[in-house]
């Protein structure tokens, strides 16, 4: 088709198809949709107004892609069924491409229609199962169904490439896969159409300046927003994006349509939980400089063997980023952030329950239905006390991967540990409740003293082997047999001197002293004498043996060997002064002494092994007691450490 | 980052005592009345016979 110019069957108003590929357009003057037909035109019926977002998209910007120029020509605003809007805006490229940019919470995806290949059909609406990978799509990498619903054509603006049918409601199915691969079946149609594409920035398609754009957005006023139940005021920081919101006034529930609001139910807040220690409103700066304000703030709980635990949510918005959360449980505290449900796959089977994402493995840590107890403040879809989804979470401290399940959606979520004072940073609050236990995802911040602080003790090895030749090569500088005179009496001891000898200097002294007893004793005092200044080191030698037969049993205690161990002593000649007492007394007693330097006695190693060794074993230790605190709540303890 | 400067030193200073101690002949625990430490670190001296 071309370019044609027409009056609008509806008002008469000068209308005009500019894109080939255009089918329906949407009057500027009276809103009616007009779609072109071999007979004509046809007048559709009316199209609601566009309800205004904070998109920064609008019509007639021009892009690039895959270098080619496109322009924004058209826009379809459809509804989900649990409430909330997203925008397709129709992208007509200057090769003649036909392309969908579709903008959800923040996020772009660039598709275009795909035909299947001959003899291959899509799965029908009924049968495809979410985290189902759809076969035979023509794509670079496996789509697999990330959710599935009904939409409903809720409004456009400008030239639609397709029959839009205001009000009509159409099947779909959205496929993710690596790589920002995107994808979604529409089932509009019979066969089905696929369009492919991925996940793009703004930056990406040339739009990137499109975020400076200001416009007179119509949003829907705050201000003239009342609740219908008490007429109190109400300030929605996305109106335009939110379903639900709580009057803070009388508490009651309100659904919202567009700036219309409707009284649901009175809320009441599960009995003996905290208040939100967060309020909604605040303004959080996180580390990345984003700036996220709390629109709105949930309770939520499990039960897991008849115990019910709560936690709370805050949902976090900001305009450019879409929705994030932040967790509260336990007095810990997690950053959410979505996550493509492509790039997380399950690990190898086994005992524990693993899967994968950004290659790093996460272990299971809990299964179970998670329901809302209540709410405060507003939300992007219509949100329910007694919601319920299956919630899966795996851990690899910092991170946690979560997955929430219904039956026509499943989202992954990437939780990030903070601290309390990251969280005080980021709200200027002080004080946060303390922690009372280890969260699952909470990282053992002594990680060090058990890895890097065993590097110390190997090195203390390596040290020790380079010293053996200083410290190992025993040098033998005196070995001589003395004699000591019969004592006068039992308590009269007697003196011998030895030969002069030479020690060196820095040099350790080993003096061994060994005497014939047998089941009696000898004690020599032996004083080691520097011939030159006078100076005496001292050491006590005993010598003790004794031995029998007891109960037909052989026993013997000591030896007739005894030493001491001397650190070094100034170089120089040295003389022993041997001055012994012995037990047998009226008999002389012959005494072998050896004097030795460069012993290797591996007492100096020994400390030094057990002192570098106390850190890193009591962290070991220490770590082993942190996973244990952590795993202990878990539904699947037996996943233990994780390391 | 402190406890982690102050374990580091701490590693630092038992690894270059040990070091010393081998280079110039120091003995821990030895027996000497006047070790060159300036006391005996572990006395195991004879406290009389049977």
């Known amino acids: ?66 270098g080619q120029r496109f322009e924004l020509t058209g826009r379809a605003q459809m509804r989900h069924e649990l409430g909330g809007y997203w925008d397709e805006w129709y992208a007509t490229f200057s090769n003649g491409w036909v392309g969908w940019l579709a903008e ?28 189902q990978f759809v076969e035979g799509i023509p794509s670079k990498t496996p789509l697999m169904v990330q959710e599935k619903g009904t939409a409903t054509s809720a409004a456009a603006d400008g030239e639609i490439p397709y029959k839009l049918v205001p009000g009509e409601q159409s099947d779909y199915a959205d496929l993710a896969g690596k790589d920002d691969a995107f994808g979604t079946i529409d089932y509009s149609s019979d066969p089905p159409w696929l369009f492919i594409g991925k996940h793009v920035t703004l930056d990406e398609i040339g739009l ?3 975020r400076s754009v200001t416009r007179e957005a119509r949003r829907v006023s705050s201000e003239a927003m009342r609740c219908p139940n008490c007429g109190g005021p109400l300030n929605l920081v996305a109106p335009d994006q939110s379903e639900r919101v709580t009057c803070p006034n009388c508490n009651s529930l309100l659904d919202v ?16 939980q905290p208040d939100f220690v967060l309020p909604v409103g605040a303004d959080g700066t996180f580390a990345d400089g984003t700036k996220y304000r709390i629109i709105g703030a949930m309770v939520r709980g499990v039960t897991i063997d008849g115990i019910k635990y709560f936690w709370h949510e805050y949902l976090l918005y900001e305009p450019t980023i879409g929705f994030r959360w932040l967790v509260h449980s336990d007095n810990h505290w ?70 929430e399940m219904t039956s026509d959606e499943m989202n992954w979520s990437l939780g990030t540990y903070m601290t309390n ?41 390596i040290i020790a082997i380079f010293l053996i030749p200083f410290t190992g090569l025993t040098n033998t500088v005196l070995s001589q047999q003395i004699v000591l005179p019969p004592m006068t009496n039992s308590a009269a001891p007697q003196t011998t001197f030895s030969q002069p000898f030479d020690l060196k200097g820095n040099r350790n002294v080993r003096i061994s002293a060994t005497a014939p007893v047998s089941n009696s004793w000898a004690d020599l ?54 001055e012994g007492t012995w037990q047998n007394w009226q008999q002389q007693m012959p005494v072998t002494v050896k004097v030795e330097q460069s012993v290797n006695r591996g007492v ?30 878990s539904m699947f303890s037996s996943s233990g450490s994780d390391e | 980052m402190f406890k982690k400067s102050l374990y580091i030193g701490f590693a630092v200073a038992v690894l270059i005592g040990y070091m010393a101690a081998g280079w110039f002949g120091w003995e821990v625990a030895n027996s000497g009345s006047r070790s060159r430490l300036g006391m005996p670190f572990i006395y195991n001296g004879f406290h009389g016979g049977k």
């Open chain 1, 208 to 210: 990137g300046d499109a």
């Open chain 1, 421 to 461: 004072a990251e969280v005080e940073k980021a709200f200027g609050v002080k004080d946060l409740p303390k922690p009372w236990n280890v969260a699952p995802n909470q990282p053992f911040t002594a990680r060090f003293y058990y890895t890097w602080g065993f590097l110390p003790v190997l090195l203390l090895l």
């Open chain 1, 1 to 66: 088709m071309s370019v044609l110019q027409s009056s609008c069957p509806s008002c008469g108003g000068p209308i005009e198809f500019t894109a080939g590929s255009t089918i329906v357009l949407v009057c500027p003057f009276c809103r009616s949709a007009v779609a072109r037909t071999d007979r004509g035109l046809q007048d559709l019926g009316k199209v609601a107004e566009i309800a205004e977002t904070q998109s920064p998209l609008k019509l007639g910007l021009k892009g690039t892609f895959n």
């Open chain 1, 334 to 403: 997690n950053f959410v952030e979505p996550v493509n449900p492509a790039d997380v796959t399950q690990g190898t089977p086994g005992i524990i329950q693993t899967v994968t994402y950004n290659g790093q493995t996460f272990k299971i840590f809990q299964d179970a239905p998670a329901v809302v107890e209540y709410v405060k403040g507003e939300f992007y879809w219509r949100v329910e006390q007694g919601e319920t989804v299956r919630a899966v979470d795996y851990v690899a401290p910092p991170k946690m991967l979560s997955l």
């Open chain 1, 525 to 578: 005092d032996v004083d080691l004498v520097n011939d030159q200044s006078q100076d005496v080191e001292s050491v006590d030698i005993p010598i003790e043996y004794y031995s029998g037969v007891e109960d037909g049993e052989s026993w013997s205690e000591g030896g007739p060997d005894q030493d001491a161990i001397l650190s070094s002593l100034p170089a120089g000649k040295y003389t022993l002064r041997v």
């Open chain 1, 104 to 131: 959800a919470q923040g996020r772009f995806y660039l598709t275009f229609y795909q035909p299947m290949p001959q003899a291959t059909e899509l799965p029908s609406f009924a049968s495809i199962q979410l985290g």
């Open chain 1, 604 to 633: 100096n190693f020994c400390g030094a092994f057990v002192l570098l060794l106390i850190i890193p074993l009591l962290n070991l230790f220490r770590k082993f007691s942190f996973e244990s605190k952590r795993w202990k709540d």
């Open chain 1, 257 to 272: 349509n567009q700036g219309n609001l409707t009284y649901l139910k009175a809320l009441t807040p599960p009995p003996d």
